[in-house]
């Protein structure tokens, strides 16, 4: 049985100017539970394609749907909720680690979410080896690697529908982005969280179910699939 669509691209257009569109009446849709590397040239567009599913960018043209409805029919904080992006530089405040990992749950939006408690967010950094990072200490002291599992923690709390990762093991070292990458796929295989992820890496060939989409030219193709699309 082919899997429910959960984002949908409706012939969308979108450049940075009319000279020079990225886009040009895609149409695509990302199935529910699917595990997608997202692939091509610098400047084809890849982190453009995460933000505008994220509404950070709008299509010039065209409609992106979320769960069937229009991504502008929801509100920005719920959306983001729902589908996290990641981005590649990482986002903190000068605050503690719990400050930073809580921020989320501070936002009017998110008040009926129940806040964890500090063994909760304990064992979140050591799930992803950061071992030596204290809830008390300041997040501004971290390293650049760090910093970005921090934010990959912090956004997992909101248990979002869709992760969206631009490069998130640039900043990492080899081990470090192993944990990241094994964490992102138990997610994937056990929650169903469906995973949209910007890499130049091919994929390794323990990964279960990878769906690669090749942007070139304003285009978007389905390179290869391990299963039904």
Known sequence: MAATSIIDFCRVS???SVEAPLFTGLTLTIREGGFYLVQGPSGAGKSTFLRLINRLEEPSSGEILFKGRPLSSYSPPLLRRSVLYVQQTPTVIDASVRENLLLPFSFKNNAHLEQP???RLKTLLTDFLLLGVGLGDNALTLSLGQLQRLCFVRGLMLSPDVLLLDEPTSALDRESGQVVESMVER???ESGLTVLTVTHKE????LITPRILKITEGRITKVRWNMES
């Open 14 to 16: 979108f450049g940075f």
């Open 117 to 119: 408690e500090d063994e």
């Open 187 to 189: 997610l994937n295989r």
């Open 203 to 206: 994929p390794r060939p323990d």
